[in-house]
């Protein structure tokens, strides 16, 4: 009912930038809480940030004052604006959402992912 499809990600060298995309679609009626995680190999997915339907945002301490998480003006995407890249960001970067279908069923949902690698 729902897809979540990530783009945005790539090979950046050490200090450079990368911006994140997630569209949520689907029998959406509403999105609430949308957030970005990131999993390295061998290491557990991990939080990144997330912002409420309100704009209110949360950060791991790893990324303060580097990322920006924000959402577009149709409420149902979220962007992760990355600066000052550092090769331990390297990851695979999973978009989250909190979604009311519809139907007013609520659900949580995953993209599929978007690699992305701070290599010099």
């Known amino acids: 009912q729902v897809q979540l499809v990530e783009s945005g990600g790539g090979l950046v060298q050490p200090g450079g930038s990368l911006r994140l995309s997630c569209a949520a679609s689907?029998?959406?009626?509403?999105?609430?809480?949308m957030g970005w995680y990131r999993q390295a190999p061998g290491k557990q997915r991990e939080l990144v940030a997330t912002?409420?339907?309100?704009?209110?945002?949360d950060y791991a301490d790893s990324v303060k004052g580097r990322f920006t998480i924000s959402r577009g003006n149709a409420k149902n995407t979220v962007y992760l604006q990355m600066n000052s890249l550092k090769p331990e960001d390297t990851a695979v970067y999973y978009c989250n959402a909190d979604v009311v279908v519809v139907t007013l069923h609520r659900g949580n949902y995953w993209g599929q992912g978007t690699q992305v690698t701070v290599s010099s």
């Open positions: 689907g029998r959406i009626f509403s999105t609430n809480l």
């Open positions: 912002i409420t339907s309100g704009g209110s945002t």
